[in-house]
Each structure stands twice: as C-alpha cells, then as structure tokens.
C-alpha cells in the first residue's frame, strides 16, 4: 500500500516474496490484536517465508518456538484449525531413536496431541504426551524459544536503518521474561510460563524429563503473554481461558443469522466464511470491526471494513454499524500532506508498531484511499435501508455530511466533474482497491500517470449520492435530498461519455491525467454494476464481456483480461482473481437482472472453495484457466483468512437469491431467486429484520425456488417475485 522511505523497493500492497504459504502450511489464530502464524507442525520457526510468530499490535513478540525429543525433530501426524477457528490441533509422534545402532524407542510409540488457542493477549498451549509403548520410556523434550520484536514491516521487507535494544532476559524458576525497548521508548515484554517446572530453564531452552509407563499421560501447559511496559494482563489458567474462549464463540453462534444445507461441502464452505468473519472481527470500543486479513493486514482498513460490512449487510447488519462508528470517530478534520489527510476524508488504514509510532513509514494513520470516503456515505445509507436504525443514522448524518463535503471539495480537484487522486511520492502510488504500482495501465502496457480517475470510484460516489439522499428524506432534509439526486444523474451523464469503450464494450478502467481513457478490459468495470451507474443497455453488454473466456477462468472473473497486454495470471491485480470482486460482480449482475450470470461466478467461487485448504477463500488466487482435474492455483503470500473474502459467499448468495431486506418496511424480497444445482434446499435461520426474527426454506424446483417461512416471531413481510 505505500512505498517507504527506506532502502528497499517494498509498498504496502507488496511483500517480499521467496517462497510460498502452499509450500508452508501455515496455520492461523487470532483474537483481538494479536495473532499467530504456525508452520503445519504447530511450531513458530526462523526461515520460509519468515513470516510465522506471535504478534501484537504489529510486532513480533515471539519468533521462535519448537519443540523437539532428545534434541531431534518431532514427526506431525496431523494438524488443523478447527472448525470454529477457536484452536489449533496438532498430533505428533516420535522418530526412530537409535543409539549405538540399536533403536531405544520405536517410531509412534508416544503421542503427543498440542492444542493451542489465543486469549486477550495471551497465547495458551497444551502439550499432552502419551505412551502407547509396551515399556516404561524415558525421554527429554525440550522447547527452544526467541524473540526478536521485529515490526510487520521489516518481515514484510522494509529496511531499518537502526533498532532498539534487547534488554537482559529474566530466567525465574517456571519463568522467563525476555524484553525490548524501541527506539520509540516502549518496552515490550514476552513472558513464557511453564507448568509443571522445567527440569532446567535458561532464557533460550525449556527441558523436561519424562519418565512414563506403559499407557501413562503426562500434561504441560505454556501461557506466552504479549505485554507492554503499561499494560495489565490478567492471564488464566488453560482450562479457564479455554472456556471464556468457547463460551464467546458459542454466544456469536447463539444469536448470529446461519446458513444451513443438506450439501456437506456447502455447509464447510458457509462454517468457514462464518468463522473466519467471526476470527477476523474484533471488538473496538466503537464497536466490532472486521480487521483486513493475516498476516499482513491485521488491522483496521477503511476500504476492507466497509466493503466486508456490505457484503455481509444482509445477516450481520451490526458490523455495519461497528464499521461505520469506527470510521466517524476517525474521519479526517485537517490537511495533513504527510497523511493523505484531508476534512471529511475516510481512513485507508492505521497501524501499530514502532516503525508507525516513529514515522518510518505513513501508515500510522493513513487516508490515502480515494473511494473509501464514498463507500462510507454508501455504506451508510445501505445500513439505514438495512435497519431503519434512524437514531443511529441522524448521530452520522454530521460525518456523512463532511465525507459528501470531501468529494465535491477535494475529490476533483481538475474540474473535470469525477473523483481522482494524485500519485502519492510518500504513500501509495494508487489509491483505488488494486493499489499496486503497476494496477492502472494504457492497452499498449503504458503506466498511466495522474491524476487519475477510477471507473468503480465514480460508480461508488453516484450510489452515495444515491444513498445519501434517502438517509437525508429520512431525516426531513428534502431539499438536500433533491440537490444530491442531480449531482447523481449529472455524474452517471459523464460518465457515460468519457468512461464508455464501444469497441470494448466495456468501461475504462480509468482515466488519466490528460484525461484520455486506460482502455483496458478489467474487472473494476463489474462495479459499475454493483453500484447501478450504467445505462441498462450497457450493462448487458458489459455482463457478456465479463463473462467471456478473455476475463473469466471458470473460477471468477480476471482482474484483468487474458487479451490485454498487461495481463499476468500471477500478477497481484493484473490478471488473478479475487473472490470480494467477483462477488461484488456478481451482485451486479442480479441488480440488471442476470442471475443466471451472478449464479455462474458463484459457482466458479464455490469450486475453487472446495480446492483450498480449511475451504478458505483467500484474499486471490492466481487467474489461470479452470482445467479439468486440476485445483485453482494459489497466489505465493495471499492473506487467509481475508475479511473481505469470506464475506464474499455470502453476498455470492444474496446476489443468485435476488435477497433485498428493508427494516424500513420490514420486508424481505427475493427477486428471481435462484440457488446451484449441487443445492436442492437452503436453510436461512434466526433471520433479523427491525427487531424480529424469522427462519426461511427454500427449495429448488424445476424452473424456481419456492420460499417458506419456518418461523416468524415479529412482523415481517416475505415477497417473492418470480
């Protein structure tokens, strides 16, 4: 997302790539602030991708933990996160150990089962070792462990000119403290608990000796606590952690709207999406927020909150509210150059860290995003319909005003009439959702140059204006309401003109500095779709070309299409596919009425879900074409879990459904709905519209999908149009 300042080559869209999370297996936790990146063995180790640690608040607070038996590697049986994120299971056993040419103790003779989870800044750890041997075994495990408090940055490839200073390691009996002091004067801490007491405890090494008989189990426990020098930390024991962990799961689970099938692999892929928008939320005191995605992105994102937030609208309308909160409380109200900051401005991202506290990089606090402002006022307006929340709604009106006054202030700042940024020399390059250097081309491959003015950011800004004038009736400013449904139509004119390629019967990707279209078929035009800014006629010629073989893979459709000079099936936004993108496509096309298109893409979606690992949809996946037989190929250092991904099946679901609720009228409609035809029936369960509930089945016929209320506890009006 934003070149530093430093002596390397990296932006905060790029991380340094040498190899590839399909060759690492990594395993993923996270609650709240911190996380944790595994290898498939459940340990933390230098090397690979040099990604895997324990993290808070965007710094490495753990980069090593391995265990081993007699100082040699254990053999991994098995390993998963389960099914609710909650933890990470691991089954090991021991190798052949042989002395003196003889083996002293035979491969799988012990079982070692590791469950490890994260709890409020803390990681918990079982080790249980059991003898499954004939024999009385005796054996030494250790557990080597490090930090180096590295900032996600430096991991990600950024250069430091200097650190701060290691400070002399505290080795107490069942303890060891190791501690950091930053340039930035905060000392942060790793305390590592072990129970029992180790037989000998330095500051890199715990050893155990175990004798165990035939059948016997013995247990340890390891709490790894992530502190800095003024926080309180209150650590529990593993048992006690674990149940406050579950019992917050089972409580999101208790309330939370679900989706229910008799297709097993459908329901793995809906549990995953679920969970993995249940792991990446986290409770701000604004309210819940969806963090990006780990291990790069584990923070608040303007743009990736919002557009999670539409996306799962429909069944979780209060992450909306937590998003929207979230971004009013930190919405720009001065120029700050240095920021991208200006009055009304939304936030792109903040970060934590040393490297953000210092000012080695921008993102501290960074606003330079050019659409997140006007998915805000979408967003907004979307969440009113959703809810008829109007008290919630009038205390943003004030935000939603100043964000309405960024656009038409700051946002066209050529006079040409759409909302642009310039090329940034201190953050981000671009400054649309593909943010990468080399996003935003001419056909011939040419680079083009600002200020530039995105096809989807226009698209966004005339749905705002849209939605703003129906919060602003609500609200009785009538008058207002009008003057913002002109602005709309003066713009959706324009954009007609200028953006519209006839021989391409698509739309420009953007428009550069001097003005002249990037004429290039992309995946940005879809949401000109999404946001309702083309003519209808447009829009069915657009829906054919996004469908065709150039821009589909038969997994989704391309951020770029096959035909186009600049296309990389590998790029990051030149060619792959990203699963947040097709399903705001998709929920485009049913807006036109073409839902046998939406019902293709998710499709494509859920096949390739079928392929990835946990049946996690990861931030992007790389756009070669659907073979048969073969798995879609993975993206090297894609984040998975990504918010905006699993929160893509469900709007994938809404869209082939034609599912559209208003606590205004505290209606449920479905227009045209449709469902796949691995899916005979669909359960929507603990449904809330204003404040009822209601359960729904629908059943797949032969030419429609027949709707049923299960249950209904309020007043809520179910239509179906066919």
């Not at 936004?573 to 049913?590: C, K, M, Q, R």
């Amino acid at each position: 997302m934003a070149s530093d300042q430093l002596e390397d080559t990296t932006t905060s869209s790029h991380v340094l790539t040498t190899s590839s999370f399909a060759d690492e297996r990594s395993r993923v936790l996270k609650h709240g602030d911190t996380f944790a990146v595994f290898d498939h063995h459940g340990r933390i180790k230098p090397g690979g991708l040099g990604e895997e640690g324990l993290y808070h608040e965007g710094t490495r607070f753990l980069s090593r933990l391995v265990m081993e038996l007699e100082d040699k590697p254990l053999i991994v049986l098995g390993s998963t996160v389960s099914k609710e994120n909650g933890h990470l299971a691991v089954a090991l056993t021991n190798p052949d150990l042989i002395e003196a040419g003889k083996t002293v103790l035979p491969f799988g003779t012990l079982h070692i089962a590791v469950k490890t989870f994260l709890w409020k800044s803390v990681c918990y750890r079982e080790i249980r070792v059991k003898n499954y041997g004939p024999h009385t075994v005796r054996a030494e495990f250790s557990i080597h462990f490090s930090a180096d408090y590295a900032d996600i940055f430096e991991i990600r490839g950024m250069k430091r000119k200097a650190r701060g200073m290691d400070l002399d390691p505290e080795v107490r009996e069942d303890s060891v403290v190791l501690g950091y002091r930053g340039l930035d004067n905060v000392v942060r801490r790793t305390a590592l608990c072990f129970s029992p007491v180790p037989a000998q405890l330095s500051s890199a090494t715990a050893r155990f000796n175990h004798i165990l008989h035939a059948r016997e189990e013995t247990k340890h426990d390891i709490r790894v606590t992530c502190e800095h020098e003024s926080s309180s930390i209150h650590v529990l024991s593993f048992d006690n952690a674990r149940h406050e962990s579950q019992a917050e799961a089972e409580r999101y689970r208790a309330w939370a709207c679900h989706l229910e099938t008799a297709n097993g692999q459908m329901n793995a892929w809906f549990d995953r999406a679920t969970s993995d928008l249940q792991l990446m939320t986290t409770e701000l005191p604004t309210g819940p927020y969806p963090y990006a995605g780990v291990p790069w992105f584990n923070t608040p994102f303007g743009r990736d909150g919002l557009l999670t937030a539409l996306e799962c609208l429909w069944l979780r309308p209060n992450l909306a509210r937590g998003v929207l909160a979230y971004l009013a409380s930190t919405q720009a109200v001065d120029t700050i150059p240095a920021q991208d900051a200006e009055p009304g401005k939304i936030l792109h991202e903040v970060r934590f860290g040393e490297m953000a506290a210092l000012g080695e990089m921008p993102f501290g606090r960074y606003y330079g995003s050019v659409d997140a402002t006007p998915l805000f006022v979408l967003l907004a307006g979307a969440y009113y319909q959703r809810t008829g929340d109007l008290e919630f709604s009038r205390s943003l009106w004030p935000n939603i005003e100043a964000a309405l006054g960024w656009i038409d202030a700051f946002g066209d700042r050529s006079g040409r009439g759409f909302v642009e940024y310039r090329q940034s020399t201190n953050g981000l390059l671009h400054q649309g959702w593909k943010d990468s250097d080399d996003a935003i081309f001419h056909a011939d491959g040419t680079p083009a140059l600002g200020p530039i003015a995105l096809c989807e950011v226009q698209a966004y800004v005339y749905a705002a204006r849209r939605a703003a004038a129906t919060v602003a009736t609500a609200l009785g400013r009538n008058d207002y309401a009008s003057e913002l449904g002109r602005k709309a139509e003066v713009l959706q004119r324009k954009f007609e003109s200028a953006f519209w390629c006839e021989d391409l019967s698509t739309y420009a990707i953007a428009l550069d500095g001097q003005g002249q279209p990037c004429r290039v078929r992309t995946s940005n035009a879809g949401h000109c779709l999404f946001a309702g800014i083309a003519k209808p006629d447009r829009a069915r010629r657009l829906a054919r070309t996004l469908l065709n073989a150039e821009s589909f893979s038969g997994w989704g459709v391309r951020t770029v299409a096959a035909s186009e000079v600049g296309y990389n099936p590998m790029g990051y936004h030149t060619g792959s596919v990203w699963p947040h993108d097709n399903a705001l496509i998709a929920s485009g096309l049913a807006r036109y009425g073409y839902g046998e298109k939406a019902l293709q893409l998710l499709t494509g979606q859920f096949q390739a879900g079928m392929h990835f690992e946990l049946h996690r949809m990861p931030e992007l996946f790389c756009g070669f074409a659907q073979d048969s037989g073969e798995s879609p190929v993975l993206y090297p250092v894609a984040c998975a879990p990504q918010s905006w991904s699993a929160a893509s099946v469900f709007l994938l679901f809404q869209a082939c459904l034609g599912l559209e609720i208003s606590g205004v009228e505290r209606q449920i409609s479905f227009t045209r709905p449709q469902l796949p035809a691995s899916l005979g029936e669909l359960r929507i369960h603990n449904l809330e519209v204003a404040g009822s509930t209601i359960d729904l089945r629908l059943v797949k016929q032969e030419h429609n999908v027949e709707i049923n209320v299960i249950r209904r506890g309020g007043d809520i009006q179910v239509m179906v149009i066919k």
